[in-house]
């Protein structure tokens, strides 16, 4: 039962977060194996199993100890490295490099990323075309299965898919973590407000040069993907970019600041995510009555979503990307998990499984596939 | 006013979990229904173009494509004509291509599929180089770059 | 013939681009000061806007006239191809830390130059010098697409490099009627600093590609 004026734990017993982990585990099961369970071979059956149990013991976990963040942020992490490590051992499986062919590109097989989205806006509406060399249909991460994926999380979680969907985010999130306290603590706020700026500028000039120019010039992780190969000048100081915005922005401002700097100050998708926050049924909220100011939840915040004055007023801007780390560090679950319309303070408890339902089944089932991919990689290498 | 609110709140929140629950069993459809769009097809400067006509030499068969100039709002200076070779190709390619059909050749294009090297040799005004030459999963393709006036 | 370089092509992008960053340097500057006077005296919405076209024609003509000047100094002292090279290349980065610079330091007692012309005393003068002096302000965006302009091989494309700059900086003069009511000015005029600081940015690395590819080809 929620009762708003005083603090109420989110951790449950051990049955209790057992009876609630079970929905997921059937759904997930569905989900990860299709429906159709095959356990010929030996090693995707490992990999399958470990990351099915693996997944769901963190979601009990999550149940159990009313801690959200560090349980999410095990599987946001793995998803990040693992996906890293699929395309590029794929790469050089298949081309001997890490770096897209021109075959690729005149055969249109490049795989598509949510990050183009911003930049095919425009001139898909103008020219109702897409202008990425990828497949709309069939093969790996075609454009149609990735928007119409992107688009429902972006609907239901908003700037959530950043912290549960992103399979970038877990580089800076888990770079963020190396150290127990930040050696820079003073940023000034304005910064949050740069992926707009790199929004506007990618869009214009995608739609005015008809090339996706984020991916193309200044996306930090071609350097764990594919990036074109140094030729000439221009695609050296293009590697020289990409590898300079990741040690940067991806490693080394996280590691001292503790933030998800990339993430938080270059990422246009990041920007498109923050103003969706606004139709988003699932929010942070601030329950006042509990609320005795520590400002814990300030300093926590990675993505740079909340303020003193804001905390003072009740409320969390729309740069929330609702991976709980303030709710985690919250001894009084004053700041929680919410449903817009429902008053703050309110069906704590609801809110929150509901929403962990939600978020954490599309983080599951979309990471899975890179995951047992990994597992079985490594399973065949091992043994 | 608040129970109202309440109660949308809560039935949108309901409505995410039915999406989120039918999203990955319904990929398929769902992405199949979105590709039919009509802006779901890959811009000509990425996909090369239609093909505007095909030539057969025993296996192989040359297929020249329309020339691309797209743009944003309107066609741009500089474009390029994507032409393809599929099936069984030789060892040396030589081939003199009409691209626009007007009975005037525009360009030799030479491919070496062995080492591989590539060259054009422009013929009209409004061939400009070669661009991208690879070998390909179909056989070989080549984007000749071209500007509208010569 | 060889593949034109990023730094060569996208010759409307790049200016567009420029001018559209610029364009939030100019109106932070010198909006409050040009909108009390555009906005001023009696006459309605279509005096308005015949101020405000009449403030955006005087800026275009003279973005042409400077069009003509860069190309023909270009013409003039970038004869070689390694001097158009490297110059270019290094006017660009060097403008482009000055814009950079001119970004983070734009709150700091920035002064409008168009302030000088609040004392004309004939009001009808006033769009048009105050299209004059936005226009030969020499800010560093300026700067840029004068080298831009100076780099082109016609005049055909400096002129468009030029009307690609006016139109991305008049982008944000459109709605300068409307100044008083936006809620969000700050956020607005910060999202115009980064914009500025990262079209600098662009400028740099195109300017680093001219001279590196300089001297490799000798």
């Known amino acids: ?383 | 006013m608040n129970k109202i609110k309440t109660t949308a709140g809560i039935t949108w929140a309901f409505l995410g979990l039915i999406l989120m629950i039918i999203l990955f069993p319904g990929l398929s459809g769902f992405s199949k229904s979105f590709g039919t769009l009509p802006f779901m097809k890959i811009n000509p400067r990425y996909s090369g173009g239609e093909v505007a006509f095909t030539q057969s030499a025993g296996a192989c068969t040359l297929a020249v494509h329309k020339p691309v100039f797209n743009g944003l709002v309107r066609d741009r200076n500089t474009g390029f004509v994507q032409v393809d070779w599929r099936g069984k190709i030789p060892d040396q390619i030589r081939d003199t291509i009409d691209y626009d059909n007007d009975n005037v050749p525009d360009f030799v294009i030479a491919v070496d599929t062995k080492k591989p090297a590539s060259d054009c040799c422009p013929l009209s005004g409004r061939v400009t180089g070669l661009g991208i030459s690879s070998r390909t999963s179909f056989g070989w393709a080549a984007r000749i770059n071209l500007r509208k006036t010569p | 013939m060889n593949e034109p370089t990023l730094a060569e092509k996208s010759l409307m992008t790049d200016s567009f681009i420029l001018g559209l960053s610029s364009g939030s340097a100019c109106l932070v500057t010198c909006g409050m000061v040009m909108f009390p006077y555009i906005m001023a005296g009696r006459g309605g919405v279509m005096k308005i806007v015949l101020d405000l076209s009449v403030f955006l024609a005087t800026r275009l003509v003279i973005y042409f006239v400077l069009a003509t000047l860069a190309w023909y100094f270009g013409q003039a002292f970038l004869t070689s191809g390694i001097v158009r090279t490297f110059v270019t290349g290094s006017l660009y980065v060097m403008f482009a830390i000055i814009l950079i610079w001119y970004s983070i330091g734009r709150k700091k007692n920035m002064k409008c130059p168009a302030a000088i012309v609040t004392k004309v005393e004939d009001k009808r003068l006033v769009p048009v010098l105050l299209g004059v002096v936005n226009s030969i302000g020499f800010c560093p965006a300026l700067l840029l697409i004068l080298t831009k302009g100076a780099a082109q091989g016609s005049l055909a494309q400096s002129w468009l490099a030029f009307l690609a700059f006016f139109t991305g900086s008049s982008l944000w003069f459109l709605p300068l009627p409307f100044a008083g009511k936006l809620k969000k000015k700050q956020v607005i005029e910060t999202i115009g600093i980064f914009a500025t600081g990262l079209a600098g940015a662009i400028f740099i690395i195109k300017g680093l590609i001219l001279i590196t590819g300089g001297i490799l080809n000798g």
């Open chain 1, 1 to 383: 039962m929620d009762n708003s004026s005083i603090a109420v734990s989110p951790k449950k017993t051990f049955g209790k977060a057992l009876l609630y982990t079970l929905p997921m585990f059937l759904v997930t099961f569905m989900f990860i194996t299709g429906g159709k369970p095959d356990f010929s071979d030996p090693a995707r059956t490992v990999a399958i199993l470990v990351t099915f149990f693996g997944m769901n013991l963190l979601y009990f976990l999550m149940h159990y100890s009313g801690k959200t963040d560090r349980y999410r942020a095990i599987i946001f992490v793995i998803f990040a490295l693992t996906l890293s490590f699929t395309l590029i051992r794929n790469m050089i499986l298949i081309r001997n490099s890490m770096s897209f062919s021109q075959a690729d590109i005149l055969e249109c097989k490049i795989p598509f990323c949510h990050l183009v989205i911003p930049m095919m806006i425009l001139p898909a509406a103008l020219t109702k075309s897409i202008i990425f060399p990828g497949t709309i249909l069939g093969g790996f991460a075609d454009i149609a299965s990735m928007v119409v994926l992107w688009l429902a999380a972006t609907v239901v979680l908003g700037r959530g898919f950043c912290s549960w969907g992103c399979f970038y985010g877990g580089w800076d999130d888990g770079f963020s973590r190396l150290r127990k306290k930040p050696l820079v603590k003073k940023i000034s706020d304005s910064w949050k407000w740069m992926p707009f700026a790199v929004l506007l500028l990618v869009a214009l000039t995608a739609a005015l040069t008809m090339i996706p120019t984020y991916c193309n010039w200044i996306c930090p992780f071609k350097a764990v993907t594919e990036f074109e190969k140094v030729t000439n000048v221009e695609s050296a100081v293009k590697a020289g970019v990409f590898i300079s915005l990741f040690g940067g922005l991806v490693v080394a401002l996280p590691v001292v600041t503790r933030k998800r700097t990339q993430c938080s100050f270059l990422c246009p998708m990041g920007a498109i995510s923050t103003l969706s926050n606004r139709i988003t049924p699932f929010t942070m909220k601030i329950d006042t009555n509990a609320c005795t100011q520590c400002f814990k939840c300030v300093d926590s915040c990675p993505m740079f979503a909340l303020t003193r004055e804001g905390i003072k007023e009740g409320t969390v801007s729309m740069f929330c990307s609702k991976c709980g780390k303030c709710m985690d560090s919250c001894s009084r679950n004053a700041i929680h998990f919410g449903i817009r319309g429902v008053p703050a303070g309110t069906r704590k408890n609801f809110s929150r499984n509901l929403f962990l339902f939600v978020s954490f089944l599309f983080m599951a089932v979309f990471s899975s596939q890179p995951i047992v991919f990994t597992l079985n990689s490594l399973y065949n290498l091992i043994f």
